[in-house]
Nanobody, 119 residues
Framework: QVQLVESGGGLVQAGGSLRLSCVAS????????MGWYRQAPGKQRELVAS????????KYADSVKGRFTISRDNAKNAVSLQMNSLEPEDTAVYYC????????????WGQGTQVTVSS
């Protein structure tokens, strides 16, 4: 049974930072490209960052490039997202998931973690 458990969200002022964490179980974590998605109110869920199975390659949406950093620890089945210089537009529920070839999620969604950035 696949479980993705996100944590680390909260309320922060614009310009602040947060670090999100996700622990996965029920999958062969080290073989998966992993990513962070987000869904803002009234908008579709989007992929904002991904990291290759070995951690050597990362990709970011243009909207977060230079501000967010994704990392992983395969020994702990964990993926993290360091978010700096947060903007009100980053307000969303953030989810981790495996990332398929066309950026589709590989597994069922976890509960996500809410990030709220106040102006």
């Amino acid at each position: 049974q696949v479980q993705l458990v996100e944590s680390g969200g909260g309320l922060v002022q614009a310009g602040g930072s947060l670090r999100l964490s996700c622990v996965a179980s029920g999958i062969i974590f080290r073989l998966n490209v992993m990513g962070w998605y987000r869904q803002a109110p009234g908008k579709q869920r989007e992929l904002v960052a991904s990291i290759s199975s070995g951690g050597g390659t990362t990709k970011y949406a243009d909207s977060v490039k230079g501000r967010f950093t994704i990392s992983r620890d395969n020994a702990k089945n964990a993926v993290s997202l360091q978010m700096n210089s947060l903007e009100p537009e980053d307000t969303a529920v953030y989810y981790c998931n495996g990332v398929g070839f066309t950026a589709e999620p590989s597994y069922n969604w976890g509960q996500g973690t809410q990030v709220t950035v106040s102006s």
